[in-house]
């Protein structure tokens, strides 16, 4: 293979460079400090130029130090920015809460209605009845039909005739129902022993007598608080 060598013009013509040879190079400009703060201004502006605020955040750049901060814009966090907990999205009955430091509910489960009370069933009750008690101190289902059967309370869950279980008295939440209309009155039934009608679809004659027993919240809640009765004469 044929050797390349670096040749340079002198004055008895073409010669071979040596490694002390130098060459002149024009059109390189000095370089200053000043240059330098030019090459770094011009730099920053290019960055802060790039910046661009998000619906969420406002970036604010600062030549004299130079820093970039961030700030989230007020009000501007939605549920997709947030991170999920593991609570299951829904409505809880008589709720039990944990919260972290942060303010953010963790866990949720329904709970137990509140004054519940042991009592013996005088007959097999269904869950969601509205229940009396009797002389013998059991609880049947209440009867808007028989004075002395007034509404005192609910089961939650059904009670074999001759079991225990636990009845709430004066006031909760039935929930499980269907077919209630939301924000109506609801008062005890007199054709059904334990149950409800919406109070403008009742009749009564006597003996019967009439008693408010709560307000539907949706169509299968029902906010129960024990009412005073009224007399058909």
Known sequence: MAQIIPLKLGTTGAETLSNTDTFPVANIPTITAA???DFDEASQDAVGGILVDSSTID????????????????????PTQLADT???????????LTVDAQGRITAASNGSAIGGETFTAGEALSAGNLVYITS???????????????AVGFV???ISNGASGTMYRDQGQIT???????????VLSNTATGGILINTGITLASPDFLQPVGRASSTTVLEFRAGPTYLVN
């Open 136 to 150: 013998a101190g059991t609880i049947m289902k209440a009867d808007a039909n028989t004075i002395g059967k007034e």
């Open 176 to 186: 499980g129902l269907s077919g209630l209309t939301a924000g109506a009155l609801y």
């Open 156 to 158: 939650a869950a059904a």
């Open 35 to 37: 240059k330098i703060s």
């Open 59 to 78: 970036l604010t750049y600062t030549d004299a130090t130079p820093s970039i901060t961030a700030a989230v814009i007020a009000d501007s966090i939605g």
């Open 86 to 96: 593991a609570v299951t999205p829904g409505s809880y009955t008589n709720t039990n």
